[in-house]
């Protein structure tokens, strides 16, 4: 199996359980045999940070903090996108938890445009933050970029045929 092979299924095993940092490391592990010292670190270092993120007074916190900083700065998991995405990434806000992109925020247009597109890309995002749905419920519904996603955030107001389009939407 070649290493893109590898690298796909160790991508595909994380995806499938997103909640499991038991396969995040191991390729964390698989990536340092394999010249990307920057990606493991940045992995098992945001394994480590997620149960004390928010928790700034505790001094490994900081200094997690700040590496993790560093290292986001040099794009390591961004030089994926592609280039004709450039200008949707205006709207587009992708953050990183535990080492992948973990969850997408972006205007419902955005999303019913690119969004199948950005989760196939990244399938490991999984929670997907939407604004700007007001008269986009049923479309947003239809998406294909809903299928399988774990979590759905509506972050802004929303009319009730907005809502029951999503609710009765089989993606959710």
């Keep these: 199996m070649s290493d893109v ?12 359980n997103v909640y499991d940092d ?27 940070l997620e149960p004390m993120r928010d928790q700034y007074e505790i001094p490994r916190a900081k200094e997690l903090h700040d590496r993790e900083n560093q290292l986001l700065r040099t794009g390591i998991w961004r030089n994926e996108m592609p280039e004709e995405w450039q200008d949707w990434q205006a709207c ?9 992109p973990d969850r997408l925020r972006c205007p419902t247009r955005s999303f019913v445009e690119f969004g199948a597109d950005v989760r196939q890309r990244f399938p490991t995002i999984r929670r997907v933050v939407i604004h700007c749905l007001n008269g986009w419920g049923e479309r947003l ?15 802004c107001w929303y009319a009730d045929e907005d809502m029951q389009a999503l609710t009765s939407s089989f993606a959710l």
């Design 22 to 48: 038991v396969p995040r490391l191991v390729f964390a592990d698989w990536l340092d045999d394999h010249d990307e010292p920057e990606l493991a670190e940045l992995i098992c270092l945001q394994i480590e």
């Design 141 to 155: 519904a239809e998406d294909e970029g809903l299928q399988n996603l774990t979590e759905l955030e509506l972050a």
């Design 5 to 16: 092979s590898k690298r796909n299924a160790f991508i595909r095993s994380i995806a499938k």
């Design 92 to 100: 587009l806000s992708l953050d990183c938890r535990r080492g992948f």
